[in-house]
């Protein structure tokens, strides 16, 4: 590694490590390993990546300060390749990067800084089948004598998980825990197959079992995992305590960090969406997102953004957020694209439930569901779309349609208490109109 030390290295090392388990502080030790070695290259590249990853304005300037320092310093090939992928990074055009890291690791197999950046860029457009074929395309050339192939099988479940290759998923997670019981990606993999298969009861055992490996104060993951469990309860109608680990655990700590406010937004919503209002508390969360809400770097956050902004009242910010959407029609940039095809019309979709106006609300995310997995989480994460959809269909009105997306639902979850519910109140409708 360019530029570095032995004392420097042993130092990146365990940045890695916290980096891989989501667990502590990497920033801090990638700081103590810049001072060791002032022109450690893997050093400054490393917290641009984390920079990035963070979705998160006032990091995106941190990230690309740590790239042009980078960028000054005697470079290797290696390097020059994750210095490229960051410059399309930070430059708002995901899939390029992740093209260019796609083939930095298959020259660069064991590079496992670059794997998981690489699968997290993947996450973040939504793009299914390259979180579980970067692994794939890699994992044999692994084994498990080999420090982090725990972490390359954590991350080839979640993978599995969202192809709907779900058995695999759940064997390949559970076999990373075996090897790294603190692989909190690894454990979150596990409890999206039991969300997207409906084993609520065993997704809560699952989680509270284990919540000592997961739930800890320097778990940056912690958050989502809460909003894993909170899933399950809503299935189950239990709205209390789904409720009770939002004032929790999800947001007792009131954390600025957007991907613990996306959960947070995503919960509340569809709290109000099954029926349990949520009183003050989107005023709070709302407040925390104007730090964020820039309407350009990653519209995922935006749409989420939205909800809070619909809950606290805040309509001004709804149009800012709708104007700067719909002003970058013309660009090439491919989060301009996510955010007029994908995230205009999610936010309209999503201001029409919430104003009333159902048949609107409906028409609008009907037509963006096929095409949201362009940009921006998980399919649970995107289920949100669908319940919005299906709710809007019942109270607008529309029965066959209400009908069609509970049987639609209950075809993959015919368990679901919120499902059957669903088709429930359908049917009633259909009764109605018959009398």
Not at 197 to 218: A, H, K, N, P
Not at 263 to 287: F, H, I, P, T, Y
Request: proline residues 3%; charged residues 20%.
């Amino acid at each position: 590694m360019s530029g570095a030390s032995v004392e420097a290295v042993q130092l990146y090392d365990r940045a890695v490590t916290t980096f891989n388990l989501y667990r502590g502080d990497p920033f801090h030790l990638l700081d103590r390993a810049i001072e060791q070695a002032p022109c450690f290259e893997m050093a400054y590249i490393l917290k641009a990546y984390l920079c990035a990853m963070a979705t998160e304005p006032s990091s995106i300037s941190a990230a690309q300060g740590m790239l042009e320092k980078a960028q000054a310093l005697p470079v290797n090939e290696r390097e020059k390749s994750h210095i490229n992928a960051l410059n399309h990074l930070l430059k708002g055009n995901w899939s390029k990067a992740a093209t260019l890291l796609d083939h930095h690791n298959i020259t660069y197999p064991r590079d496992l800084i670059g794997l998981q950046i690489g699968h997290l860029i993947d996450f973040y457009r939504a793009n299914s089948r390259n979180l579980r074929d970067r692994i794939a395309r890699v994992l044999r050339q692994w084994s498990p004598e080999i420090p982090g192939y725990a972490i390359l099988l954590g991350m080839h479940a979640f993978g599995l998980e969202e192809c709907g290759h779900y058995a695999q998923a759940e064997e390949s997670g559970r076999q990373a825990i075996e090897m790294e019981p603190l692989d909190c990606w690894a454990h979150h993999a596990v409890a999206h197959v039991m969300e997207m298969q409906g084993r609520v009861q065993d997704g809560i055992g699952w989680m509270t079992t284990r919540e000592s490996c997961w739930s800890g104060e320097d778990n940056f993951f912690k958050v989502h995992n809460w909003w894993h469990l909170a899933l399950y309860y809503l299935d189950l109608g239990q709205f209390d305590t789904a409720l009770a680990l939002y004032d929790g655990p999800v947001r007792e700590d009131r954390s600025s960090v957007a991907l613990d406010m996306v959960d947070a937004s995503a919960l509340l919503w569809r709290l109000e969406l099954l029926g349990c209002k949520v009183g003050n508390r989107w005023q709070e969360l709302a407040n925390q997102w104007d730090q964020h809400a820039d309407g350009k770097l990653y519209p995922f956050n935006d749409w989420h953004a939205v909800m809070a902004y619909l809950g606290a009242g805040r309509d001004a910010d709804v149009e800012r957020l709708l104007t700067l959407f719909q002003s970058q029609s013309r660009s090439s940039k491919e989060v301009a694209i996510w955010a007029h095809q994908i995230g205009l019309p999610l936010m309209k979709g999503f201001k029409a439930f919430w104003n009333g106006d159902y048949q609107a609300a409906a028409e609008q995310l009907y037509s963006t569901r096929y095409i949201s997995n362009r940009f921006g989480g998980s399919h649970a994460q995107r289920d949100i779309i669908d319940l919005t959809l299906t709710e809007a269909a019942l109270r607008g009105g529309l029965r066959n349609l209400a009908q069609a997306l509970a049987n639609e639902r209950l075809a993959l979850k015919p368990h679901s208490a919120m499902n059957l519910n669903f088709l429930s109140r359908a049917a009633m409708e259909q009764n109605l109109m018959s009398d």
